[in-house]
């Protein structure tokens, strides 16, 4: 069963670049899109991207001209970078596999979520 | 930008039947997922794909549509149920979630 599992600082300064880790497990990376999902405390969920294997991406456009997302296929990781961060962009933020086909897509598996606090 | 809308909030006594609904703008023609959160955990798939449930997740839960709205319905809900219910769906390629409901069993 695939296991995910984020990691990265806790703590970001103001302006800085949010950057995290998701690091998959007991299944390969290929022939899957990997998203982002955050979400603010007390919040719902907030989908920031996806990437598949051979790198394709999608963002969620009122983030797009800061957030990219990585993917390492040698690592079996795909990473999320997050660029001129305020406190708006504290959140728990989790990986998740895409599964489905085109239009018919769903996240199936999750990672345990990394709290990020944004605060100088 | 592309909305989900759920009730804050739905109470069932033990035992009874729960329904929580989404509604959105031409939902009848997208596929709608839900997850659960239960307090202090990550989200789990509980149906995919309007009304399938995935391996695993209780055949108390079921979904289905009427239209533009998508029902999740916990028959027999327990107290293990208590949680936040999300919807999603696909606008072209963003995906969106609905704000959530939170589930009480009382």
């Known amino acids: 069963q695939v296991q995910l599992q984020e990691s990265g600082p806790g703590l970001v300064d103001p302006s800085e670049t949010l950057s995290l880790t998701c690091t998959v497990s007991?299944?390969?990376?290929?022939?899957?899109?990997w998203s982002w999902v955050r979400q603010p405390p007390g919040k719902a969920l907030e989908w920031i991207g996806y990437i598949d294997y051979r790198g394709n991406t999608n963002y969620i456009p009122s983030l797009k001209d800061r957030v990219i997302i990585l993917v390492d296929t040698s690592k079996n990781e795909v990473s999320l970078k997050l660029g001129s961060v305020t406190v708006a962009d504290a959140a728990v933020y989790y990986c998740?596999?895409?599964?489905?086909?085109?239009?018919?897509?769903?996240?199936?598996?999750w990672g345990q979520g990394k709290l990020v606090i944004v605060s100088p | 930008s592309y909305e989900l809308s759920q009730p804050p909030s739905v109470s069932v006594p033990p035992g009874q039947t729960a329904s929580i609904t989404c509604s959105g703008d031409?939902?009848?023609?997208?596929?709608t997922s839900w997850y659960q959160q239960k307090a202090g955990q990550s989200p789990v798939l509980v149906i995919q794909e309007n009304r399938r449930r995935p391996s695993g997740i209780p055949d108390r839960f079921s979904g289905s549509k009427s239209g533009n709205t998508a029902t999740l319905t916990i028959s027999g809900t327990q107290p293990v149920d208590e949680a936040d219910y999300y919807c999603?769906?696909?606008?072209?390629?963003?995906?969106?979630f609905g704000g959530g409901t939170k589930l009480t069993v009382l």
């Open positions: 998740a596999r895409v599964r489905g086909s085109t239009n018919n897509q769903y996240f199936d598996s």
């Open positions: 007991g299944g390969s990376i290929t022939n899957y899109y």
């Open positions: 031409k939902l009848g023609d997208k596929y």
């Open positions: 999603q769906a696909w606008d072209t390629t963003t995906a969106v």
